[in-house]
């Protein structure tokens, strides 16, 4: 799909809940795969980890390439990496349909953005609950998608941090429906509804998809899908 199909889908319908296979069992990934995507995803969020940018470590472009062969959902790649411009040809070659890098691995987004979206992907910045908005300012023209993060990334399951709904806000106002806004980390039945009602559109949820107790994954998501719809911001409808 191209990336300005792939900009319209994603931006019909809100909100879009994307589940982090941060979380799933990958002894068995093309089953969970298949298993999110029959419960109704719309799209997969993959978290790529590099024991540099963040303490943890999770995978590289092979499990990228295993999920693209196991689906033709779009995937949404969060490089968590240092050094992440030398790695755009590399994820878009495994299958990544959005490309998101930290604003805080880099001097200047914007060469990045632009690789990404030469190869006809969608271009992601994301940025921590520390980083102001002032930091990005300049890169957003090259962005098509913000990502908000409401934790500290490196692991799934942490608590949801607020100061992610301020900045949602800002950019909704700013900017309206012109960018795509995500936020990732701690999204669950409590804090789904301030997400939506800030203006973000992408949903990413890990724990409250794959750590439910008794609720399957379709329960899981359409009720997340149900409640973030109910609060959208009239700035964000469209
Ligand atoms: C955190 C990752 C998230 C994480 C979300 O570093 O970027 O995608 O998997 O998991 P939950 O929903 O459990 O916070
Ligand atoms: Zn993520």
């Given amino acids: 799909m191209t990336r300005s199909r792939l900009i319209a889908e994603l931006r019909m319908s809100p909100p879009v809940v994307l589940p982090s296979l941060l979380l799933c069992d990958f002894g068995n990934l093309a089953a969970e795969v298949r298993a999110v995507e029959k419960a109704g995803a719309r799209a997969l969020h993959l978290d790529v980890m590099d024991g540099n940018f963040v303490p943890n470590i999770t995978y590289g ?113 700013q900017r309206g429906d012109a960018l795509l806004l995500e936020v990732d980390g701690g999204v669950n039945a409590e804090t789904v509804a301030d997400c939506t009602r800030a203006g973000a559109q992408m949903l990413v949820v890990g724990s409250a998809i794959f750590r439910n107790g008794e609720q399957t994954y379709s329960e899981s998501l359409s009720q997340l899908t149900a409640l973030g719809a109910q609060s959208r911001s009239p700035e964000g409808s469209s």
């Fill in 61 to 173: 472009m092979p499990i990228v390439e295993a999920v693209r062969r196991a689906t033709d959902l779009p995937l949404d790649v969060h490089l968590m990496i240092a050094k992440p411009e030398d790695y755009i040809d590399a994820f878009v070659d495994a299958g990544a349909s959005i490309l998101t890098i930290h604003a805080e691995a880099v001097d200047d987004p914007r060469p990045a953005l632009e690789r990404i979206r030469r190869r006809d992907a969608v271009a992601g910045l994301a940025i921590n609950p520390p980083t102001r908005l002032e930091a990005i300012a300049s890169a957003l023209p090259y962005c098509d998608m913000v990502l908000c993060m409401s934790v500290a990334p490196g692991w799934g399951a942490q608590e949801f941090d607020p100061a992610a709904l301020e900045k949602l806000r800002s950019l909704r106002a």
